[in-house]
């Protein structure tokens, strides 16, 4: 490795080698069973695509300040470090980058899903709007 600064790719491999990312009907199963599944997709994509029934909506740059639980302006379910999280991005690359984040501010189960919303839609799971 030539310790020089990470293309994009190589970058998405380093974080993702660092958790296990959830598949669309993983992910449902998931949020069925108590995971926070987040919708991090900007407003445009929502309106365009429709939204996950039971998906809490944060924004990508309004994340972190949302979902620490140590943070002065989280979200009622940010209660504590060991919450399960599942972001969702449009198609599974933010979400990525999203996740690593998450993992900084000490959220270790954080994940996302694979192929984002589209995926989603695509597996024939719930989409309203």
Known sequence: MSG???GIDELL?????GYVRLEPREAWAASRAG???VD???AELRARDGLIPGALVIERNELEWRLDPRG???VPEAVDHDLRVVLVCDEGYASSLAADSLHRL????????VGGFQAWRAA????RG
């Open 72 to 74: 002065s302006h989280r």
């Open 4 to 6: 020089g600064p990470l």
């Open 106 to 113: 000490g959220l270790h189960r954080a994940t996302d899903l």
């Open 35 to 37: 995971a926070l599944l």
């Open 124 to 127: 024939g799971l719930p989409v």
């Open 40 to 42: 991090i997709r900007y």
């Open 13 to 17: 491999e380093r974080v993702r080698a």
